[in-house]
């Protein structure tokens, strides 16, 4: 059960970070939730118990985080 909890976030985790790094075109579309999504996450690393979840959605929020710094630099808006 633990390896498959493993391989599963492992396998997200990769999916998500090369989706987040490589690809992403700043647009009004894709900006305009990025801060919602930013609160989303740093509210469930807050209460998240498992260390796996937890450094998962650190490197989520980082990736988020990088997203928004994009969108601001091409001056889209991220509420």
């Known amino acids: ?3 498959q909890l493993l391989l599963a976030v492992s396998a997200v985790f990769f999916s998500s970070s ?3 790094n490589g690809g ?6 894709a900006c ?17 118990k498992s260390g ?12 988020l985080e990088s997203k928004r ?3 601001s630099t091409k001056g889209f808006s991220t509420r």
Not at 24 to 29: A, D, G, M
Not at 52 to 63: D, F, T
């Open 18 to 20: 090369a989706f987040a």
């Open 32 to 48: 305009v939730n990025v801060g919602k999504e930013i609160n989303r996450v740093s509210t469930e690393m807050k209460v998240a």
């Open 24 to 29: 992403f075109e700043p647009n009004p579309k």
């Open 1 to 3: 059960m633990k390896q």
């Open 69 to 71: 710094s994009h969108c």
């Open 52 to 63: 796996i979840q937890k450094s998962w959605l650190k490197r989520q929020l980082g990736a």
